[in-house]
């Protein structure tokens, strides 16, 4: 029994906004809506973001330029110690941050293999033992960095290694800045890291600030959200932003805690660290939404220019410099949502800046509570309203809520807040938009249900044929006298060699294109494309009498389409292509077919099999499509040319092959008649009458090139030097597919 229309549309409403809470109360994940909340937050984002430059950071570039002047990457701590000196000595800048890890020791002076010969070949030499020890101070690199970068306000940079990416530990962590139990009840910061990557102990252990530089990013590979605080062992680590801004404030200590407050009775806490005096709110997670500011706001700067002095004082004077690369090979590139390759770089200058201005975002701990209860009773008022009042009532509340939901948004942002707004967006949108279409909807039911299950193989026009009477078709296996065709591109190895993977691609979508409209327009439904190979078949889902008939003039056209295609490939220098087609019509298995991962509409059995086979062997006999007795026999439209008896691989029984010519309405006297003259060639050949077969075929080979005929002469030619036994029955054996 159908439950009447109101209640109906009432209970799917109900469901459609039980989805959307469930999806807000962390029960099930609904993906487009969590796209839908990252581009409400981009678009307010680009709207609001502040233009115009920022001359308190800088972005110290190991950009390609740095790279041809100085030499390969990594450079020697010789040359590092020179650029930190250069940064502080000359260009006085506030502070430095290394978005990179030195985690090999510099071997390159050669120090190490002085030492070796002072104590083997030149142990006994007093010269150069003193030498050496001159030396020495001057050569040791690790050690004159470590002392470039004692007594300033640097902080090294490090990655943590998340569980799952194995457990390796290179380098020195310092102690963590922050106890473990200073969030608490909360635990905010990244998922448990098993190992890292860090800096030898020789500078770590100079260095004033430490932090790591993993950038974190969304479902959709986007960074909008990023940890200022990760656990590991005994305590909390602060990112290299917030490192670098401790550094710059002078060095104080990370004073971190929790943030308590209550709401109609409810309890929440959210986590805060304080950088130089600054407090920092941080969303449940430990994170913070990046600040980004538009255009170009922090200056790029040559790191080899700065080691030459060639830049300005006033472009690096008292200012955060952040040393990362943008060289090819370097450089390490996120998505954002002002660009696409985005240096991460720049990311930890955005931070900085936020944290500086106090703008950066966070996500209150109540954010998730007042998404619920908006989603339910908008859901339910809205409901009432349409059910009640009919879709122009319910137009102008929908207009009202979603007014009433951005202004909210926008509240929330000016206090620095991000409170998830799309999904009660999303119920007032997707309620009205249900409500209004529901009769519609209801109504192409069956229509939407043929395309869903058959509108990826046959054409758009078939679909709509059996939407007309759905119960007639379906998707549950059967057997049926059907005709399949394959079809493949000759020598398509060497064919793609001799092309780019982006022609390539062009190359294989124009083809078949081409080929499928071909198969559609005769009412044929596409199985499978296997690489440059199509697969199809007649006469399921929709019956097709002349099925066979069909598939042959679809065969031809192939051929026929292929000189026009490939005035156009030469046109764009791409090679010529050459197909064979191959096509059989016999008993087969047809329907859903495949596992539970996967499944697909398609045909199987020995008359499939052997249509595959037949394509393979077109390039034996020189012809473009070769056929079997059976489709002979279906087909009463098309003439054929019997080519030759054959007994293919997996088979026993021989099967006769024929070339299709041409419709008889269409094909010409003299065609047929020179068709007629090779298959009498070809009987005296299987009676073994070498010499009237031979006279025929070259007979024939004088009037016009035939590929068929030095095939046979070959054949001729091999039998009169080799006989066949007495009881050879005419058929040509094939051992290979």
């Known amino acids: 029994m159908r439950l009447p229309s109101k209640l109906a549309q009432a209970a799917l409403s109900a469901l459609f906004v039980g989805l959307i809470a469930a999806h807000v109360g962390g029960l099930i994940h609904i993906a487009p809506m969590q796209r839908a909340e990252a581009w409400l937050y981009d678009a307010w984002l680009k709207r609001t973001a502040p233009i115009g430059p920022d001359d308190r950071i800088a972005i110290l570039d190991i950009d390609e330029a740095s790279l041809k002047s100085v030499g390969r990457w990594p450079w020697s701590r010789d040359t590092m110690a020179a650029l930190v000196d250069k940064l502080h000595d000359h260009y006085y800048v506030g502070a430095l941050g290394f978005d990179v890890v030195f985690a090999e020791p510099d071997n390159s002076s050669g120090l190490n293999s002085l030492k070796q010969l002072a104590k083997s070949d030149l142990a006994g030499s007093r010269e150069f033992q003193m030498a050496l020890k001159q030396l020495a101070p001057r050569l040791d690199f690790d050690a004159r960095f470590a002392q470039a970068l004692a007594d300033r306000p640097i902080a090294m940079g490090f990655y943590f290694i998340p569980a799952g990416y194995g457990d390796t530990k290179s380098g020195s962590l310092p102690p963590p800045s922050l106890p473990l139990s200073v969030f608490d009840p909360l635990q905010p910061g990244m998922p448990s890291a098993t190992g890292y990557g860090a800096n030898l102990p020789t500078y770590q252990s100079v260095a004033q600030g430490t932090g790591f530089f993993n950038m974190r990013a969304d479902e959709d590979g986007t960074a909008r959200q990023m940890h200022l605080v990760a656990p590991y062992g005994d305590g909390y680590y602060p990112a290299l932003s917030a490192a670098t801004l401790r550094v710059a404030f002078g060095s104080d200590p990370l004073i971190a805690g929790v943030e308590k407050s209550s709401i109609l009775g409810r309890q929440y806490a959210a986590p805060w660290v304080e950088v130089g005096g600054i407090r920092v709110p941080l969303s449940a997670d430990g994170t913070v939404y990046v600040p980004y500011r538009a255009g170009a706001p922090f200056p790029y700067l040559s790191a080899a220019q700065v080691l030459a002095g060639k830049v300005p004082l006033a472009q690096l004077e008292n200012r955060i410099v952040l040393l990362g690369s943008t060289a090819p090979g370097l450089a390490d590139l996120r998505n954002t949502p002002f660009s696409n390759a985005f240096p991460g770089v720049e990311i930890h200058a955005h931070l900085i800046a936020g944290m500086l201005d106090g703008t950066t975002r966070s996500t209150p701990p109540w954010a998730r509570d007042a998404q619920l209860a908006a989603v339910l009773i908008l859901g339910g008022v809205l409901t009432f309203v349409l059910l009640r009042f009919g879709p122009v009532v319910g137009l102008a509340s929908s207009i009202g809520l979603l007014a009433l939901l951005l202004a909210a948004y926008a509240a929330a942002w000016s206090r620095f807040w991000v409170v998830p707004m799309a999904a009660p967006m999303l119920t007032v949108f997707g309620l009205y938009a249900f409500n209004t279409a529901y009769g519609f909807f209801a109504a192409s039911r069956n229509k939407r249900q043929m395309t869903k299950l058959f509108g990826q193989y046959v054409p758009p026009e078939l679909a ?66 296997i690489g440059d190979a199509i697969m199809a078949f007649w006469n399921a889902p929709v019956d097709l009498t002349d099925h066979a008939s069909r598939a042959v003039q679809t065969a031809l056209e192939m051929q026929a389409a292929l000189p026009d295609l490939n005035k156009e ?6 090679p010529d292509v050459k197909i064979g087609v191959g096509v059989n019509t016999g008993r087969m298995s047809v329907g859903n077919m495949g596992s539970e991962f996967r499944m697909s509409y398609t045909v199987m059995g020995d008359a499939v099999n052997l249509g595959s086979r037949l394509e393979g062997i077109t390039k034996q006999y020189g012809v473009g499509i070769l056929v079997t007795q059976t489709t002979v026999e279906a087909d009463p439209v098309h003439v054929f040319m019997k080519v030759d008896d054959v007994r293919v691989k997996g088979k026993v029984k021989p099967v006769a092959i024929y070339q299709p010519l041409g419709r008889k309405d269409e094909l010409s006297e003299q065609a047929v008649m020179s068709a007629r003259v090779f298959e009498e060639a070809y009987k005296r050949y299987q009676a073994c009458d070498w010499d009237g077969a031979e006279k025929i075929l070259n007979e024939m080979k004088e009037t016009t090139p035939f590929a068929l005929a030095d095939i046979y002469l070959e054949r001729i030619a091999h039998f009169r030097e080799a006989p066949p036994p007495a009881d050879w029955d005419g058929v040509f054996v094939y051992t290979t597919k």
């Not at 490939?569 to 791409?574: I, P, T, V, Y």
Request: charged residues 20%; glycine residues 6%.
């Open 569 to 574: 490939f030469a046109a764009r220098g791409w």
């Open 464 to 529: 709509a044929e059996m939407s007309q009477d759905p119960a007639h078709y379906t998707m549950d296996g059967q057997s049926r006298d059907m005709t399949v065709l394959f079809s493949d591109i000759r020598g398509f190895t060497n064919f793609s060699e001799n092309l780019s993977p982006a022609e390539l691609s062009e190359v294989l979508n124009a083809y078949l294109s081409s080929m499928t409209h071909i198969v559609q327009n005769q009412r044929g439904t596409i199985d499978k494309y």
